[in-house]
């Protein structure tokens, strides 16, 4: 890709980002304000609307990384190991997210902040595979080298994903059941289930302006290398 055209992708993908972030701002008002709050849980119920969007994102982000991975793999394609990479960022940033609010939604209902159940120690687990990868993309500095050890370490972690979907149907967990997809249908009143969806659409688009913008970021930041490296080879 070009510079003049990495550019624009990254003022769209700015552009989008603004767009997704005022979406963001709606649906916070719509949970707050116009959501009725759980009979049982009371208010601390709300942060449903971002904690699960989050988990969401995270392992959504995951599964791409995974599929990134074998392609590489498969391709040696740099795009692909760039893609992998953005995904990567943006999920250990959601999958931060859904560790932080879990625990405070945890201690109102349960009065635990944390529980070593299968659900949250997985959900742990898997963010230290992929801040590793994260650390290990920039440890090690030889191009080549540095996307075969990702993409290893990114199919592992993704591995992980269904794991941490199933895990509160095969073991005995304080975390809740599935309200969504569940085969007899969705379980929320109708008002929250709304409310419910519109987040998980609004964070989605969110992860895609972020994946968007950091992968822009880094072709921008490849192609003015490209072109000093010509400048330079021109100059001697």
């Not at 055209?5 to 997704?20: D, I, K, N, P, T």
Request: charged content about 15%; overall charge positive; aromatic content about 12%.
């Amino acid at each position: 890709m070009s510079l003049a055209a990495a550019e624009r992708a990254l003022r769209r993908s700015a552009a989008l980002m603004l767009v997704a972030l005022a979406l963001l701002a709606g649906v916070f008002v719509r949970a707050l304000a116009f959501t009725p709050p759980d009979a049982i849980q009371g208010p601390a119920q709300k942060i449903f609307y971002v904690h699960a969007p989050s988990a969401w994102v995270a392992l959504l982000s995951f599964v791409i990384v995974g599929v990134c991975s074998v392609l590489y793999l498969a391709l040696r394609e740099q795009r692909i190991d760039r893609l992998a990479a953005s995904c990567a960022e943006v999920g250990v940033v959601f999958i931060t997210g859904a560790l932080v609010t879990g625990p405070i939604w945890g201690k109102t209902i349960w009065g635990a902040w944390w529980t070593w159940d299968a659900r949250l120690t997985s959900t742990l687990f898997i963010w230290f595979i992929f801040f590793g990868y994260l650390v290990m993309r920039s440890a090690v500095h030889e191009p080549g080298q540095r996307a075969r050890f990702s993409a290893v370490l990114g199919i592992l972690g993704a591995l992980l994903v269904p794991f941490i979907h199933v895990s509160v149907v095969w073991f005995r967990t304080l975390h809740p059941q599935p309200v969504v997809l569940k085969p007899e249908g969705p379980t929320l009143p109708g008002s929250m289930l709304a409310t419910l969806l519109a987040s998980f659409f609004v964070f989605t688009l969110l992860f895609v302006a972020l994946v968007w913008q950091r992968y822009a970021q880094a072709e921008v930041a490849d192609a003015r290398a490209a072109r000093q490296a010509e400048a330079d080879d021109r100059a001697r």
